[in-house]
């Protein structure tokens, strides 16, 4: 039985790059879409595993290269679902999170086009996976906070909601940090965030490239940040990356299973 139903738009999530990490839906529907619109940064290996027919277009946007405006993404899937057609919107990540996807949904439903949005596994998900690192250990953080790096520190110094947000139990995830570190750590530390607060830059999370830095807030104008799709991730939650990360326990599985029998034993 098939999923993807003609005359109707899937946004979809295609996760941080890794075709494994993509949702079971996400897989049939890239398979089964008569067109798949999407973004710059969705891997090559997840593109493949689209129909032999499809109609693969990339609509992507990325760093303010304009190569195709807003409309004319919202043309394009509505016209292909009035031709009966199935439309995947593939995004990196997560669809709803900094994709555009508000506007995308609401030109669809002011088309009356049907859609459905399937989640996929955001950057910060898999950056925290690489660092081995809980988002919300609740020891050190009680709250998670995602933000646009457009919007970083000028935007919030403005409004005096620095310390606020980069307060000591939260972990802040920016992404589209920019290339700018030194500005954005200037402002953060005129404006009273702790400069002991650990940083670390993630880029390609979940690509074979992958790769991170880690220094301290007064150390981030510092960093040179790595080449691809990048995300900068703050809080004393990342403690142990700049020390190096804990050290890595391993346990047979006789350890496992004996502990599994003692705990149902109980
Ligand atoms: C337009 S936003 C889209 C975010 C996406 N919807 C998500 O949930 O991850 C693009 C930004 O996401 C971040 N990003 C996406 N994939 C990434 C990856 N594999 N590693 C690190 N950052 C990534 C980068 O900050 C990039 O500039």
Redesign the pocket.
């Known amino acids: 039985v098939s999923v993807a139903e003609k005359g109707k738009v899937y946004l979809v ?1 295609a996760g ?2 890794d075709p494994d990490l993509l949702t079971l839906k996400a897989a049939r529907l890239l398979a089964e879409a008569d067109v798949i619109l999407h ?1 710059d ?1 969705v891997s090559p290996s997840i593109l493949a595993l689209s129909g032999e027919r499809a109609l693969l277009m990339s609509v992507g946007k990325r760093c303010g290269r304009k190569k195709i405006t807003q409309a004319a993404i919202h043309d394009l899937m509505i016209s292909s679902a009035r031709r009966k057609l199935a439309v995947v919107r593939l ?5 709803l ?3 555009r996807a508000g506007e995308e949904m609401d030109a669809l439903r002011a088309a009356q086009i049907p859609f459905e949005v399937v989640p ?1 596994v ?3 998900s ?2 925290a996976a690489l660092l081995e690192t809980s988002l919300t250990d609740r020891r050190v953080a009680s709250k998670l906070i995602v933000f646009s790096g457009h919007h970083a520190a000028g935007e919030m110094a403005k409004q005096g909601l620095c310390p606020a947000i980069f307060a000591e139990d939260a972990t802040v995830a920016i ?3 920019g290339d700018n570190l030194s500005e954005m750590a200037s402002t953060l530390l005129r404006n009273g965030v702790s400069g002991s607060l650990p940083c670390v830059a ?6 074979p490239e ?1 790769r991170y830095q880690a220094c301290r807030l007064s150390g981030l104008a510092h960093l040179i940040l790595p080449p ?4 900068l991730l703050v809080g004393r939650a990342f403690e142990s990356v700049l020390g190096g990360g804990a050290p890595v326990e391993t346990a047979s599985l006789d350890g496992v299973l004996e502990l599994a029998r003692s705990i149902h034993l109980e």
Do not use: Q
């Open positions: 999530g941080p790059g973004d940064l995004k990196a990540g997560d669809p999170i900094f994709g996929g955001t950057a910060a898999s950056a992404y589209m940090p993630v880029s390609d999370a979940s690509r992958a691809g799709p990048r995300l």
